[in-house]
Every structure is written in structure tokens, then in C-alpha cells.
Nanobody
Framework: QVQLVESGGGLVQPGGSLRLSCAAS????????MAWYRQAPGKQRELVAS???????NYVDSVKGRFTISRDNAKNTVYLQMNSLKPDDTAVYYC??????????????WGQGTQVTVSS
């Protein structure tokens, strides 16, 4: 079993910055892609950013140039640096990882979510 612990959310003014962290622990043999999703009230969950095990990144158009996803493989942790935040970025942010608990088996896991509120 794998646990994901998220941190770093909060209330920030427009134009401000936040850094989200998501640390994975438990029965992990290897981790593949890691990603951040978000869900705003009344909207579907959307993929915000993802990063492969080799470091290739992908972003939704609305955050390109403002958000940066990174990972520390030694710590099994993924980060999301969010700059120039806008009220439209307000949502619950979830991390997701694809991992193998042992050779030949693949699974995925979700964090509990962390609230990000951008408001003056």
C-alpha cells in the first residue's frame, strides 16, 4: 500500500506564489509518471502538469509559463511551483503517481488533496 501526503496549499493573493509537495511512501519498487490534477467547484478534475520518470514535462495550456512541475526521485516526491497565481487557479489540487509495488505489477495512487485559494 502506498500513501501520498500533500502539503503547501493555502490562501494567496493574485500574483502570488505557492509550492505544493507530494511525498510517497509505502510499498514502492519504482515510480513512473507523477502528476498534479485540480478540481474547482462544479468542474471536472483536470490534469494540470505531469512529469515522466526521465523528467519530461507536460502542462495544460492555462498554466504554461507560470507553473513548474519537478520531482526528487531519491525522496519519492513531486513538486508543483505555482507563480503568478490567478483566481481561476482556485481549486483542490491532487497529486497522482503511477508506480510498481513489485516487478511486473503496476498501480496508481492519489493524494488526499490540498486546497489552493487565490483571492484578494
Amino acid at each position: 500500500q502506498v500513501q501520498l501526503v500533500e502539503s503547501g496549499g493555502g490562501l494567496v493573493q493574485p500574483g502570488g506564489s505557492l509550492r505544493l509537495s507530494c511525498a510517497a511512501s509505502g510499498s514502492i519498487f519504482s515510480i513512473g509518471a507523477m502528476a498534479w490534477y485540480r478540481q474547482a467547484p462544479g468542474k471536472q478534475r483536470e490534469l494540470v502538469a505531469s512529469i515522466t520518470s526521465s523528467g519530461s514535462t507536460n502542462y495544460v495550456d492555462s498554466v504554461k509559463g507560470r507553473f513548474t512541475i519537478s520531482r526528487d526521485n531519491a525522496k519519492n516526491t513531486v513538486y508543483l511551483q505555482m507563480n503568478s497565481l490567478k483566481p481561476d487557479d482556485t481549486a483542490v489540487y491532487y497529486c497522482n503517481i503511477n508506480y510498481s509495488p513489485r516487478i511486473g505489477v503496476r498501480s496508481d495512487s492519489w493524494g488526499q488533496g490540498t486546497q489552493v485559494t487565490v483571492s484578494s
